[in-house]
């Protein structure tokens, strides 16, 4: 570890060195975990990109009770061991909590930028991040009051994200004319207003129970509504895989904790969920299918086979019968004789 001042604020750093880089086979790798301000960290990243082809790097807090939050202001480092004034900062903050629990760049820089040997970012197989975490004011610790979900405390250029939801869930990192006003309830998508009107005409109960909210409360469990509606209404059968799943396993547990009367709309996640088996076993279907498929045809083949033989057969049968005709057979092996 190590200190590097700026002006009014200190970073302390962890350095992750990660050897074998051109070998590696996981999705996503975590570093060792390391402590730095009084609480324990890892730098997760995605050698091969989170669903992008650009490197993704994450400052991960671990596993956070349900009530607590913690800030943190930090940036993520990819060393160039060429060229110093090459190294890649990013800088951000946000408030980890149970929901997201780790943070950073899913676009960090492009994978041609890294994996291109003399660029300077692997060197003799060996990959250098770095964690610098301010430690120039106490950490921020809070309850969670129901009423105000955590959020990110300051939008930085480009929208950070979360590593299993690329999607921000802060609205601020929203650009804000892709913003607009919900009923009176708060910023929503534009993308989502259309899905939440029609749901909301249906079933009032999804007004109803978040009139007492606070705004902010409602923009979150609003959001949290559209982005499952708009996942099933933008998906194909054919694309929920088990990535797509996934994905949509964390969606509606996190639209959950916001206590909208779901029961309407539980069947429909649920038969997307189970979209996957059905996609394995329709796919087994259809294997079979195709090999039966071939059989009869090869049946068809030998049995046109079978048909010609047959004819060709009924052919010769008469020629012989024509050809033996006043034909007598004799004993080829008797003498021929000279006679009595």
């Known amino acids: 570890m190590e200190n590097q001042e700026k002006i009014g604020e200190t970073f302390e750093t962890f350095k992750w060195t990660i050897k074998d880089f051109y070998k590696l086979k996981s999705k996503k790798i975590y570093s060792q975990n390391f402590y730095i301000g009084g609480h324990s960290w890892r730098i997760l990243m995605y050698p091969k990109g989170n669903k992008v082809d650009y490197l993704s ?22 060393i160039n061991q060429v060229n110093d004034k090459l190294t890649q900062i990013k800088e951000t903050q946000h408030t980890f909590n149970a929901r997201e629990s780790d943070w950073g760049f899913t676009s960090f820089i492009p ?3 890294l994996y291109i040997y003399n660029k300077g970012f692997i060197v003799n197989d060996t990959c250098i991040s770095e964690a610098r ?8 610790e809070k309850k969670v009051d129901e009423a105000a979900p955590p959020v990110s405390v300051q939008v930085p250029a480009k929208p950070i994200e979360h590593a299993d ?4 869930m802060d609205m601020s990192a929203i650009p804000i004319d892709e913003l607009v006003d919900f009923r009176g309830l708060g910023k929503i998508e534009k993308a989502f207003v259309p899905l939440l009107d029609e749901v909301c005409a249906k079933h009032p109960s999804v007004i109803g129970c978040q009139k007492k ?72 279907v259809k294997g079979v299918k195709e090999n ?24 010769a049968r008469r020629e012989l019968v024509k050809v033996e005709e ?8 008797g003498e021929v004789g000279y006679g009595p």
Request: net charge negative; hydrophobic share 45%.
């Open 111 to 113: 994978l041609a930028d």
């Open 326 to 333: 006043g034909f007598e057979e004799i004993d080829l092996d």
């Open 292 to 315: 039966v498929a071939a059989l009869e045809m090869e049946m068809k083949k030998l049995k046109a086979m079978v048909a010609a033989v047959e004819v060709d057969l009924e052919m």
């Open 213 to 284: 909210r606070s705004r902010r409360f409602s923009e979150w469990a609003f959001t949290a509504l559209g982005r499952v509606l708009h996942f099933l209404k933008t998906k194909k059968a054919r694309d929920m895989d088990e990535e797509a799943c996934s994905h949509l396993q964390i969606l509606w547990e996190e639209l959950e904790t916001f206590r909208f009367d779901l029961t309407w709309l539980e069947p429909h996640v649920q038969s997307a969920l189970g979209m996957k088996n059905y996609m394995e076993r329709s796919a087994k």
């Open 57 to 78: 790097i994450y400052l991960d807090a671990g596993t956070l009770p349900d009530v607590e939050t913690r800030f943190s202001k930090f940036k993520l480092v990819l």
């Open 165 to 168: 939801n690329p999607l921000p």
């Open 133 to 140: 975490i301010s430690i120039s004011r106490p950490e921020l």
